[in-house]
């Protein structure tokens, strides 16, 4: 009797642990999609009568990202992450007060278009502000052939934004 309830218990042991035999073995991560190279985007800004059209350049190494984004001739340094639920945050990398971020959607491993929303903020600076509207991203190729502009910060950006609206 203890022989037959020793041998159903290891039975039961066996089974629960998979057995060793047509089990599946680890799972492989998640791929990670591929954003790099230059975007054009589509900005729409309220008061602004015409959508801006930023460029995007987007090194990707992993999750992680690193880049330029020019809007009216500002350029910024960016950071980002890229989801593997198909979502990817980037923000600009800014000394100083304000912040401008965006989080866009996309779908597949290689998307060719992005949707989201950007956002600047600069709310407490010398020139305050809040400017956030709907962005669509274009693929335009590789990061080599993107416009550039002047070196800035979150501040020259916001000047430029209500010099667009007043002008």
Not at 84 to 104: E, I, K, L, M, P
Request: proline content about 6%.
């Amino acid at each position: 009797m203890r022989r037959a309830a020793t041998a159903v218990l290891l039975a039961i042991v066996v089974v629960s642990c998979g057995g060793g035999g047509g089990g599946s073995g680890p799972t492989a991560p998640p791929a990670i999609p591929s954003v790099a190279g230059s975007w054009t985007g589509t900005w729409s800004v309220p008061g602004i009568a015409f959508p801006l059209t930023p460029q995007f350049i987007i090194a990707q190494s992993g999750q992680s990202t690193t880049g330029t984004i020019t809007v009216l001739g500002v350029t910024l340094q960016t950071t980002g992450t890229v989801g593997t639920d198909s979502t990817f945050q980037w923000q600009a990398v800014a000394s100083g007060c304000g912040s401008f971020t965006g989080t866009d959607s996309f779908a597949g491993l290689a998307p060719l278009t992005m949707n989201g929303m950007a956002t600047l903020n600069t709310l407490g600076c010398p020139s305050s502000g809040f400017e956030s509207g709907p962005v669509t991203w274009s693929k335009t190729g590789n990061a080599e052939k993107a416009a550039r502009g002047r070196a800035g910060n979150l501040e020259d950006l916001l000047r430029a934004l209500r010099a667009k609206a007043h002008g």
